[in-house]
């Protein structure tokens, strides 16, 4: 059973900075993608960033230069820097895993971007 566990979410002022953190535990293939999505009031949930354990990483179009996914694969974690927030960056912000073709959610947490 895989477990992923969120932190560092919270409200910051248009132009700040967050870091999220998700920590995977149980049975993780060594070939896997972790990933970052945001979900919005009245949104559907939507992919924000990606990381392979081949070494591609992506992100969408309107974080770009501003968001940073990076992985600690060692520790089963990977994270999301998010730079000179916007108030359209508030939502739910959540980690997925993708291992042995399973998929698997982290519990959200809360990024308030707002003066």
């Known amino acids: 059973q895989v477990q992923l566990v969120e932190s560092g979410g919270g409200l910051v002022q248009p132009g700040g900075s967050l870091r999220l953190s998700c920590a995977a535990s149980g049975s993780i293939s060594s070939i896997n993608t972790m990933q970052w999505y945001r979900q919005s009031p009245g949104k559907q949930r939507a992919l924000v960033a990606i990381?392979?354990?081949?070494?591609?990483?992506n992100d969408i179009d309107s974080v770009k230069g501003r968001f940073t996914i990076t992985r600690d694969s060692a520790k089963n974690s990977w994270y999301l820097q998010m730079n000179s927030l916007k108030p359209e960056d508030t939502a739910v912000y959540y980690c997925?895993?993708?291992?042995?073709?399973?998929?698997?959610w982290g519990q959200g947490t809360q990024v308030t971007v707002s003066s």
């Open positions: 997925s895993l993708v291992s042995n073709a399973q998929i698997y």
């Open positions: 990381s392979s354990s081949t070494g591609i990483t």
